[in-house]
């Protein structure tokens, strides 16, 4: 079997988006990670990327979906990442 970590890298001025990708994955394992740096530091994405990746490599994950905050899922996005894994 497996088991699927959805992270979203964050920042706070996209607050209400990163509620509604939330909000969509509703029952799954879901972590947002914000960039916290101070603003001065906050450059690209690798910050967050790295938060989301080694939470997951920290647990017992088969698969990771990382996700940016600005981003619309459609309907039950978390079947469609099913289906993907077991069509492998």
Do not use: S, W
């Amino acid at each position: 079997m497996y088991k699927i970590a959805y992270r979203i890298m964050a920042c706070y001025d996209r607050k209400e988006m990163v509620e509604a990708e939330v909000e969509k994955l509703k029952g799954c394992d879901v972590k947002v990670f914000y960039d916290d740096r101070p603003q001065k530091e906050r450059k690209g994405t690798y910050y967050t990327q790295l938060k989301c990746i080694e939470d997951a490599l920290n647990g017992d994950y088969t698969h990771l979906v990382l996700l940016q905050d600005d981003i619309l899922l459609v309907n039950d996005f978390d079947k469609c990442i099913k289906e993907l894994i077991e069509f492998k």
